[in-house]
């Protein structure tokens, strides 16, 4: 199965200089608890999304917009927009925090990712905006 996108975040004390925030395979490794994973895998695609950053499960169970809120073609639509936003920010290290915008995200819009895929992805764009106070593509970030 290939990853398409996986979040890893670390905090401060490796570098002692504010989060560090890597896009690539997570390391089964890693000490994290479950709690701050959530795994969405779409076994017919052969894609899937790792998201481990402490807080995002919580977040996401209390505070974001239940599934279902939002459309799939709404979640798709700022989808494409915030990752080219993101992979914009990470082509520029000197402009933007390169500890927040590592590693570029393999989303295609050709692609049907399915619901559950977009949606926590979108979510996830949302807390990444409040937890670090990150403005992407223009848009407020609002629950």
């Not at 000490?31 to 790792?50: G, K």
């Not at 239940?66 to 290290?93: D, T």
């Not at 990444?128 to 407020?140: H, I, N």
Request: aromatic share 16%.
């Amino acid at each position: 199965m290939r990853t398409l996108f996986a979040f890893l975040l670390i905090v401060g004390l490796a570098y002692n200089c504010g989060p560090s925030h890597n896009l690539v395979s997570s390391n089964p490794e890693t000490n994290t608890t479950e709690q701050d994973m959530v795994r969405i895998a779409n076994d017919d695609l052969e894609y899937e999304i790792i998201i481990i950053e402490p807080g995002f499960n919580t977040w996401l169970a209390s505070v974001a917009k239940p599934e279902g809120y939002y459309s799939q073609s709404y979640l798709e639509s700022r989808n494409r927009i915030l990752v080219q936003s993101w992979n914009e920010r990470v082509q520029q290290p000197y402009t933007y925090q390169p500890t927040l915008y590592e590693m570029q995200i393999d989303y295609n819009s050709n692609i049907d990712y399915g619901y559950e895929v977009n949606y926590k992805l979108y979510n996830y764009f949302i807390y990444f905006q409040l937890t670090y106070k990150q403005q992407l593509a223009g848009f407020v970030p609002r629950i």
